[in-house]
C-alpha cells in the first residue's frame, strides 16, 4: 500500500460533504471526541490545521468556534476564531438542568465561567434548609 505523505492530499480523502456544506472527519478521531491526523510526525487537530491551511493562523488568544456546531466538521468555513469567554458563551444554551444562560439566569464567576443563577439560588436554599434541620436536632 503506498503511503499518501501530501497531509492536503490524505485530508481530501479523509472528509465526506453533508448536506449542511460540513466536512464530515473520516478518519481518526481523539478521545475528545475531535478529529486528528498527522503531519511531520506530530498529531494534530484537523480544525485547527484546516483553518490555518485554508484562511490563515489562528490569531494570538484565540480558539476555533465551529458554528455548526458540529466537532467533526472541519470546513473552515464554518469555523471562526474567537475568545475563549465567547466561545464558552456559544457552546451551551441551557444549564445541565435545563434552565436557559440567559441575561437575567447567566452570572459568570472567575475566569469567565457561567453560572446559572435559578440553580446556584436552589442549592443555596436547600444549603439553608440542612443548616436550620441540623441546628433543630
Not at 471526541?33 to 510526525?41: S, T, Y
Request: aromatic share 8%; charged share 30%.
Amino acid at each position: 500500500m503506498l503511503r499518501i505523505h501530501d497531509p492536503v492530499a490524505r485530508f481530501e480523502e479523509r472528509i465526506t460533504g453533508d448536506e449542511n456544506g460540513c466536512w464530515i472527519w473520516q478518519g481518526k478521531v481523539g478521545t475528545n471526541g475531535r478529529a486528528i491526523f498527522k503531519v511531520n510526525a506530530r498529531t494534530i487537530s484537523v480544525h485547527r490545521w484546516a483553518y490555518e491551511h485554508y484562511k490563515g493562523p489562528i490569531p494570538d488568544g484565540l480558539v476555533l468556534d465551529h458554528l455548526c456546531k458540529t466537532p467533526l466538521c472541519v470546513n473552515p468555513d464554518h469555523l471562526e476564531a474567537v475568545t475563549v469567554l465567547e466561545n464558552n458563551k456559544r457552546a451551551r444554551t441551557h444549564c445541565f438542568r435545563g434552565h436557559p444562560f440567559d441575561d437575567e439566569n447567566t452570572a459568570l464567576r472567575k475566569a469567565g465561567k457561567r453560572m446559572c443563577r435559578i440553580c446556584e439560588y436552589e442549592r443555596r436554599a436547600k444549603y439553608r434548609r440542612q443548616s436550620l434541620e441540623k441546628q433543630v436536632r
